[in-house]
């Protein structure tokens, strides 16, 4: 295909097409604003119809790169992995209550419980952590969350399995709440964890 040939023809074309319905400096505008005029006004479609032999995403050539394609893979099956999660750190913390603390998961998309241990509600954190970072790492909780157990887990890039942060009770938590919600690791790590039976980790 004569890439030039058809930009040329595609420019003109829904250049004019533009003046016809409205777009008064179409002729010296960028073509990107005219096609962002045609967009907003509805009519990009009905042009396309009308100029079949145009496809814009023939400009580009796209060539391969490696590192790219495997993020893509990669991503690509994390996804597949963490389906029925919310995002990996999602997946991460959870599966890992599930597996270690006997959690007994809630339905995709219950709000602001994750599962129940022993019949007490629980809401999971997962966060990145190592000794470098701890102090500027926090969690948000809602104060009016219906939960009876925070529990935070944690990881940093490179181990091979989640650990276990700590376990707190709601009303220990909300004691230490800063603005916006937030708590503090470094603050949760200094307070009592919770009594409530849990089975220990395997």
Same mark, same amino acid.
């Given at each position: 295909m004569n890439h030039d040939k058809f930009t040329t023809a595609y420019e003109s074309r829904i250049?004019?097409?533009a003046k016809n319905r409205g777009m008064?400096?179409?002729l010296t505008a960028k073509i990107d604003e005219v096609e962002r005029f045609m967009r907003s006004a509805g009519h990009i479609e009905e042009f396309y119809e009308a100029f079949p032999d145009y496809?814009?995403?023939?400009?580009?050539?796209? @060539?391969?790169?490696?590192?790219?394609? $495997?993020?893509?893979?990669?991503?690509?099956?994390i996804r597949h992995i963490s389906k029925g999660y919310d995002r990996v750190e999602g997946y991460l913390g959870e599966s890992f209550c599930e597996d270690q603390?006997? $959690?007994?998961? &809630?339905?995709?998309?219950?709000?602001?419980?994750d599962g129940y241990i022993l019949g007490r509600s629980v809401?999971?954190?997962f966060k990145w952590v190592n000794a470098q970072n701890l102090g500027s790492r926090f969690v948000t909780v809602r104060p009016d969350s219906q939960f009876d157990l925070l529990i935070v &887990?944690?990881?940093?890039?490179?181990? &091979?399995?989640v650990s276990l942060f700590g376990i707190w009770d709601k009303a220990e938590v909300l004691k230490i709440m800063g603005s916006r919600n937030r708590v503090s690791l470094r603050k949760l790590e200094?307070?009592?964890? @919770?009594?409530?039976?849990?089975?220990?980790?395997k």
């Amino acid at each position: 295909m004569n890439h030039d040939k058809f930009t040329t023809a595609y420019e003109s074309r829904i250049r004019a097409w533009a003046k016809n319905r409205g777009m008064k400096d179409c002729l010296t505008a960028k073509i990107d604003e005219v096609e962002r005029f045609m967009r907003s006004a509805g009519h990009i479609e009905e042009f396309y119809e009308a100029f079949p032999d145009y496809d814009p995403t023939c400009e580009l050539e796209v @060539s391969i790169n490696t590192e790219r394609k $495997m993020a893509l893979e990669s991503l690509a099956k994390i996804r597949h992995i963490s389906k029925g999660y919310d995002r990996v750190e999602g997946y991460l913390g959870e599966s890992f209550c599930e597996d270690q603390l006997r $959690m007994r998961k &809630t339905r995709e998309g219950t709000k602001d419980i994750d599962g129940y241990i022993l019949g007490r509600s629980v809401q999971v954190k997962f966060k990145w952590v190592n000794a470098q970072n701890l102090g500027s790492r926090f969690v948000t909780v809602r104060p009016d969350s219906q939960f009876d157990l925070l529990i935070v &887990t944690c990881a940093d890039y490179g181990d &091979t399995e989640v650990s276990l942060f700590g376990i707190w009770d709601k009303a220990e938590v909300l004691k230490i709440m800063g603005s916006r919600n937030r708590v503090s690791l470094r603050k949760l790590e200094s307070r009592p964890q @919770s009594t409530a039976p849990i089975p220990k980790p395997k």
